[in-house]
């Protein structure tokens, strides 16, 4: 079999080679390989899953997450009115507050270094990098862990449709583009007169203020605060979800909206926002009074006058069989899987199986992986590794375990793309202009070098008794680049092993590999 198409799909497909992985292709077939991965269910992946399990805080709902961790804003309220908190104790639990968040990243470096769901685990980075949301805006560190185990790990290989309701209902989407905030424009004279009527009761914050530490840390200040509704009035038409719908959730940019577009789409949200659960957490609900029922008109499709929330379920059927939405989903996955600029004719494919399978992601991924396309050696190697892509797969490479190591998410930070830490609802780019400069390289060197002496600690690299260095570095090259193009790699590291003064240990030849703009590809 084809060496260069094995180390290709599983550079795509997968987060890089790694030697069990490798030696299964080999085995089976890259059909065989890609009808697995694709159906990530019938896959066992119990050292996976047993890694994760030790993380308590990704089996909590939010209202446990909000009582037990409480967020530093919370913190510092409490030590104005208790006086039993001092400095130390605050920084002390506003660092505790961080770790659900901290544990969600373990278990996303665990997943993708060592789950033989490759492929699932390369979706669920593609997918909530497509519905971004940040983590340390507001009670969104609460909220995360929720949206990606229970909305967008459940849904990357099903429906699109299915997927774009959940994430508009999803606590997390709400907060972090302020739809929850949405409400249709008031009018002052009757709100003057019926002051109640535009009342927020919103779930997350009131929440956040009604949950304590337990014990000596709720304030008798803090308690009496907490019998009544927040009693915010609603700030009016948020436009923010609207524009990010069209634009980056479905039709793209040059999808044929406009502004009056957003606008309409805009007001069909209005009333989506939350409500505060018996446990004290926040669900999504639906408030009639603050919707805007009057007619609206979407992409020149009418929504008549007196609707509620199958207004905004309206638009989200709209736009999930729009041929623009169909184009711009074909275009990013082809952008992921094949290369930053894809041949128009498998985005035309990926398009068509999009639109008449009505949106099925499984069939739409399986058009472009058994494409033609997809198999050309011009695409090999043809994209560069984004930070967290790189450090995985030279985990993979070195044959690390996948493990719940908090040093691991700090690393793909120290490579400047933090995990759930992109501001900008665009998430992270995905094309070679964003990860290619010198600073990153120096960077990626000095974390490929850590890495390798953590596997050479471990017995993990490469090694053959009274081996020469040619033996050593063809062993080394195989191990970290199976399948890859070193002609030219290789006679460099050769030439720099002879020059040193002390023969280079496994190691150091493994970090220049590694560091190497030959591994920086996949």
Known sequence: MDLALIAHVLNRVAFGPRADDWHHVERVGVDTYLSEQLHPERLEDAATQAAVARLETLKMNTATLLREYPSPQRVRRMMRDDEELDEEMTRQVAMHSLLPARQLSMARM????????????VLVDFWFNHFNVFVAKGPLRHLVIEYERDLIRPHVLRSFRDLLGGVARSPAMLVYLDNWRSGAEPDREVARRQPGRFHRHDAVYDAMRRVGFGGRFGSRRDRSRAQGPLGHRPEGLNENYARELLELHTLGVDGGYTQKDVREVARAFTGWTLELTADGGGRFAFRPDWHDAEEKVVLGQRLPAGGGIEDGETVLDILARHPSTARFLATKLCRRFVADQPPASIIDKAAATFASSGGDLRATLETILYSPEFRQPRVFGAKVKSPLE????????????????PRLPQAVRALGQPLYGASAPTGYPDDATAWSSANALLARMRAASELAQVASEHNLLWRGRNATLEQRVDGLLEQLLPGGEVSQLRPQVLSWGASMAAAPTEAEIATLILGSPEFQRK
Not at 390 to 405: C, I, K, N, T, Y
């Open 390 to 405: 790189f450090l995985v797969s030279a985990a993979r490479a070195l044959g690390l375990p996948g493990r719940a190591d």
């Open 110 to 121: 665990a997943r993708a270094i060592g789950s033989t769901r490759q492929l699932n685990e």
